[in-house]
């Protein structure tokens, strides 16, 4: 069962305008929730973790269990922000094991 | 230590072929995961290691996937009879693996399987 959906495959925002990419996901009990970021030619690296409740380049995403969504937002978008994201959600119950949403690749327009 | 490091990067291999793929995670981390990543999707979660302990395995990863981490550092994934389906990006991850806690993984640049 897919765990981690995000619904935007593309997402272009212009230089300076908000942005938000969107997460939902399905889990039962507490979810630990987390943005990945691979920039063109670099690895896949950690962004941020709900855990944390912090705000990496600007960007922060608020855990809504309520809808359970986990939403990326970012105020006012810059070029170098463009890149894919991927959500994950870290299944608790079995310890260690992701899931990855299928990503959203982003491009900020200058 | 410059990172996780993989190798090959890329693999070209005939359908029914053996390969196999070596992941050095970062020096002292304990936890080391393996992904698998298509076209268009993001990663898969296929096996993860403490030590040298094998933990967890996907149910994606079928009797012709075998990994191991004999010593607690490097590892190895070994797919036997490759098919055209096994054609994918696969991704190694190191952590630190303290106690009681996540800790943030470190991706390798991946390996690229081309099955013909």
């Known amino acids: 069962a897919q765990r981690v959906t995000q619904p935007e495959k593309l997402l272009s925002v212009f230089k300076g305008a908000p942005v938000e990419l969107k997460c939902n996901y399905s889990?039962?009990?507490?979810?630990?929730l987390f943005w990945y970021v691979q920039y063109s030619r670099q690895r896949l690296q950690l962004l941020l973790r709900?855990?944390s409740r912090e705000s990496i380049k600007g960007f922060t995403a608020d855990l809504n269990k309520g809808e359970t969504s986990f939403h990326l937002k970012k105020p006012f978008a810059q070029e170098e922000d463009s890149a894919m994201y991927y959500c994950?959600?870290?299944?608790?119950?079995?310890?260690?094991?992701?899931?990855f949403g299928t990503g959203t690749s982003l491009t900020v327009i200058p | 230590d410059t990172g996780v490091s993989q190798d090959p990067r890329h693999k070209i291999t005939k359908r029914g072929q053996n390969v196999t793929f070596r992941c050095d995670p970062i020096?002292?981390?304990?936890?080391l995961y393996w992904y698998r990543q298509t076209l268009g999707q993001g990663p898969e979660f296929l096996t993860y290691?403490?030590?040298?302990?094998?933990?967890?395995k996907s149910r994606l990863l079928s009797d012709r996937f075998s990994a191991e981490r004999p010593k607690g550092s490097f590892s190895t994934l070994e797919i036997q009879r490759t098919e055209q389906g096994d054609s994918a990006m696969y991704l190694c991850?190191?952590?630190?693996?303290?106690?009681?806690?996540?800790?943030?993984?470190?991706f390798g640049p991946g390996t690229r399987l081309t099955v013909l």
């Open positions: 991850a190191s952590s630190p693996g303290l106690s009681g806690s996540y800790n943030e993984q470190f």
């Open positions: 889990y039962s009990g507490s979810p630990e």
């Open positions: 709900h855990i």
């Open positions: 994950a959600l870290r299944d608790a119950n079995t310890g260690n094991q992701f899931y």
């Open positions: 020096s002292e981390h304990n936890r």
């Open positions: 290691f403490q030590n040298e302990a094998q933990l967890e």
